[in-house]
Structures are given as C-alpha cells and as structure tokens.
C-alpha cells in the first residue's frame, strides 16, 4: 500500500471477446469491494512490443500519487495488475455510483503523422499562464 491507497486486485473471471479479440476478464476490487471490470490481451494480439506502452508506464506512475485510479485508464499501463503482466486493456468498466464508465478498443494499429501535424500554428506565440491562473512562476 502506498500512501494510504489500497491496492487494485484482480479476480479472474474467464474471458469475453471484444471486438476481434478473445480477452481475458477480470473483476476489478479494492478492499474487498468490485468497482469495475476489465478484459485485458497481450500486446502482441495487437501487434504491439512489450516496448511500446513505455510512455504510458511513466505517464501512469507519474499520476497515481494524485489519482489512484487514473493509471488504470492509460492504455497499455498496467498498474492495475497485480500479477506483474503487461497486458493491455481492450475494455474497462468502472462503477460510479449509480451508472458506470465504458472504455472499449474498437481499432489497434500503428501509423505514422507528418511532423506539421505538430508545428505550431503561424501566428501563434508561447506565453506564460503561471500569472493567468493565479501560480508563481519561477526565476530561471
């Protein structure tokens, strides 16, 4: 348990399938209590290398000292499996009081994007929202 956060289980549950995918499914608890269901495969059904979710890992361990279960939303974060796997989740469900919040993979693949996909717009400059949002900006 870290920092007072109990940890997620998983409770095995047989598999379902998802799309094209045969998955297995896995009840998801915290102290004892079912909160969500997940229906997880190994990347590679997907096409995908172990090495490929590394971002999304950083990403996870980065948010789960502020939201606990956010890093079970990530794809490809396994956070929220116990068993040291890195199986990647092609359907989350998560309880939320009296309804529920569905994830689904509907489409996995790999492409490429020009890099002016990513430029930044002519006309547009960086500015500093520190002051905008009531924050101290630091000195460098």
Do not use: H
Request: glycine content about 14%; aromatic content about 8%.
């Amino acid at each position: 348990m870290k920092g007072g956060v109990k940890a997620v289980a998983l409770q095995p549950t047989g598999s379902d399938k998802v799309g094209s995918w045969t998955c297995d499914k896995y009840d998801l608890t915290q102290d004892g209590q079912k909160f969500g269901e997940v229906c997880m495969v190994n990347p590679t059904t997907l096409g995908f290398g172990a090495t490929d979710f590394d971002v999304m890992r950083q990403m996870g361990a980065f948010y789960s000292a502020m939201a606990p279960l956010m890093p079970t939303q990530l794809p490809g974060v396994s956070a929220i499996d116990q068993r040291g796997s890195s199986d990647f989740p092609v359907k989350t469900v998560i309880m939320m009081g009296q309804g529920q919040m569905t994830t689904e993979v509907i489409e996995a693949g790999r492409r490429t994007f020009p890099d002016s996909l990513f430029a930044v717009p002519a006309g547009f400059t960086k500015q500093d929202l520190t002051g905008l949002m009531g924050g101290r900006g630091t000195q460098r």
